[in-house]
């Protein structure tokens, strides 16, 4: 499908007063007000946010009643639960929590559900079991929210919840201790876009000073700023928005991941290849998938243990399990990916629709919620995958598009599942067998109705001549990073280039040399479908990035997609 190139409106006069103001380059003030900043205000904080500028954590509705209770459970030495999701973000907020009560000499166990056998969310029988080993408080973390029969089942028990979540909440919430999301009614908190890490991250700042002011610390009181570099790592894996508080916890976070204190996130980078630095695309292509393996196969407790462990040999041990994981996963995503796009692909009905939903007994559900983000790349369409158990029910995994929430389309349709949540860009279903053609077709009109246009389409920042991309423009490009949802990384367009050379290498990446005038710059095309060979002039979309190869930094055009 070829994209179409759609440039973003250019304001002259406020990307004069900007580069003025701030003493920034035309072309990353341009960028600055394509990323919606309307003033010199909003430029300066977005340019140069610290923690300092995170909003407090009791403008979240019921943090002061969390932090009351934990802090009572602390006093009497009660032992406290951590309830996490099997994904990366219930698996970092898991880790966070469970690492923080442990540096206070706090009574803590923590519990992940199985993937395949318990399924998402709180359930009663786990519950009973953290209540036979004497918990008496329970924190989720990354769930809870539609959990409100097992929190009144956990009072009976003599259990107390407090919980932590960011999925859109449902019509009833739970009668807990405490709801911390900042999406339920009348949360003051702005950082609406946080993951759930960052929910019990704040969780953590807050019940820290309640501690401080009740002078519990004797000693060195803990550095919640150690703790980013799992805030981080779940954000990004979550496909969270990194904007206002997410922009800040991601960019002092991958801070933290250049030389790591945590024994695990050591072992993690060299199992996944990196050295250094660390961006989103690490996170989201390396460190995360491996994290999210565990649960996703098996249990994600190897995950948490080595997310928490404090010796760097076991943890070295820990990051090898996970990464022969994460090839098992790849395998048998691969396998349903191959599946999946034969059946679109053979099907008219499919290629024509504005949506995508497909179900078999054969695809493993801890893999499809995947698979669903690859098809929705390839396909530019919401999609929804459906493994149906032997049971005659339905796990689905859908991911969205920019545009539209796939949570308020299910909601319109909720009737015709067992249980479904989520958010804006992807969501989970459980759905009887016999219900999946009906959901199909009412998906599917609801998706058509929104208007939305499902062109492939690349966002361009700006028109540049060769000329104006210079060290000191790129350096400034890089102060606008963590890239990823609702930050995207800067992409300018070239016009009229000559082709001096090109080469195709590794079977998937091209490789040119292009001039404008006096000036040259080589340029890569990565991870091309199939070679192609191009004229001797071309208008090309890019990227515009440092390289460093044999000790020497030069810039780099990498290309988004040609015309000619």
Known sequence: MKKQWVIEKQNPKLKEKLAKTLEISPVTAQVLINRGIN?????????KSTLFDLPSPYLMRGMDKAVERIKKAIQDKEKIAIYGDYDVDGVT???LFYTFLKSLATSVTYYNPDRIKEGYGVNLQAVKRLRSEGVSLIVSADCGITASEEVKDAKKLGVDFIITDHHEPPETIPEAVSVLNPHQSGCAYPGKEIAG???IYNLAIALRRALRESGFFRKDEPNLGDYLDLVALGTVSDCASLTNVNRIFVKEGV????????PGMVALKEVSGISGEVNSYDIGF???PRINASGRLQSASVAVELLISEDLGKAKELAKILNQENSKRQNIEEDIFLDAVSEVESNPEFLSSNSIVLSSHNWHVGVIGIVATRLVEHYQKPT???????SGIGKGSGRSVQGIDIHAVLSGCKELFEQFGGHELAAGISIKEERINEFRKRFEKAVSMSGKDFASKIRIDDVLGLSEITDEVVSELELLAPFGIGNPEPVFLAKSLDVLSERYFKDKHLSLKL???DRTFDAVWFNLKEPIKLPSR???VFTPEFNLWNGKKEIRLRIKDVDY
Do not use: H, N, Y
Not at 255 to 262: C, D, F, I, L
Not at 384 to 390: F, H, K
């Open 39 to 47: 003033d010199e205000a909003q430029a300066e904080l977005f340019l």
């Open 93 to 95: 907020a898991t880790s």
């Open 197 to 199: 890490v960052g929910v």
């Open 255 to 262: 801070k933290r991941m250049v030389s790591p204190k945590r």
């Open 286 to 288: 390396k460190l995360g």
């Open 384 to 390: 929804m995958l459906i493994s149906i158990q032997e």
């Open 515 to 517: 001039k404008e005038k």
């Open 538 to 540: 071309i208008d090309l």
